[in-house]
């Protein structure tokens, strides 16, 4: 928990107490209006300033000082599961006291992937891995759901965050510790190969990118609309949405020629072998007059 100065709510009490308005205490202190206004909103922390505004209020600089508590949120880590295995693997090696689940991907109006995303989290809020034989139980009636999403080229992106809330006294009773702290780990329904744009910045659903976890929070956080997702990245990459962003370099290192994508990357969406793509590359060019990948967009 990060604490923070400040001293505006106390400028404007002790003010308050002395019948003051922002002129009065401007000609106290010789400064300008505008300058108490702004150490009022906290916008100005000269020790200048603020020492001048204690003086004429005869009081000390730490009598005017308010400690604020601020809720910190950080990134802890994150996988990209593509087995029942793996699943089960991520969710026993690191434990976390809350969960949240979305669907970052276009479904079908009759499609049933979220009935079977909506089965492997049923009453996940209330097992617990202590108990072994309840956990057990999840874990055989969760393999069928989560393999079904896995054959149809889903995957699922966990990304583990920690957090901070205030506590507040109720009713009178004060908490031992104003705040408390826990792990949450949210767990996105992606395209295998997808991709997401935050910030103006491509990204794949890659563990190895801290900065790209750090932005996906935060998108998942304000649930805005400002992160937009797409099965790959050859959708943006020849869309119109081109020029809308910038390449991540480490999602996507960049290539020899225009590229952010290659051979590799669109044989392994299309499920073919390299050789397979080059022949459909050549049918293409053949047609079209032009050796490249851009008449597959």
Request: some cysteine; glycine content about 6%.
């Amino acid at each position: 928990m990060r604490q923070e100065i400040r001293y505006g709510k106390k400028i404007v009490e002790l003010k308050r107490e002395r019948g003051w308005t922002q002129e009065h205490l401007a000609e106290a202190t010789r400064l300008e209006v505008r300058t108490i206004q702004r150490a009022e909103k906290d916008k100005t922390k000269g020790p200048e300033t603020l020492q001048a505004i204690a003086g004429a209020f005869d009081v000390e600089l730490a009598d005017m000082q308010t400690v604020r508590l601020i809720p910190e949120h950080r990134f802890l880590r994150a996988e990209l599961v593509t087995s029942y295995r793996q699943f089960l693997s991520v969710e026993t090696a690191h434990r976390s006291e809350m969960f949240s689940k979305v669907v970052l991907t276009q479904l079908d109006d009759k499609s049933d992937i979220e009935e079977l995303w909506e089965q492997v989290f049923c009453d996940w809020d209330v097992i617990s891995h202590e108990d072994s034989d309840l956990w057990q139980t999840y874990c055989a009636g969760v393999k069928e759901p989560i393999t079904a999403l896995f054959d149809r080229g889903f995957a699922i992106f966990t990304v583990d965050e920690y957090t901070e809330s205030i506590l507040r006294p109720v009713a009178g009773i004060k908490p031992e510790r104003p705040w408390i702290d826990w792990t949450v780990r949210h767990h996105a329904l992606v395209n295998r190969h997808g991709c997401y744009k935050t910030a103006g910045e491509l990204h794949r659903f890659d563990m190895a990118c801290r900065r790209g976890c750090e932005q996906f929070l935060e998108g998942i956080r304000k649930r805005n609309g400002e992160m937009l997702v797409w099965p790959n990245a050859v959708f943006p990459a020849f869309g119109p949405e081109h020029d809308s962003f910038s390449w991540c370099d480490e999602c996507f290192p960049p290539k020899e020629g225009r590229l952010r994508v290659d051979e590799d990357y669109i044989a392994s969406i299309m499920g073919l072998s390299v050789n397979e793509l080059r022949q459909i590359i050549a049918v293409q060019a053949e047609r079209a007059g032009e050796d490249s990948l851009y008449g597959l967009s």
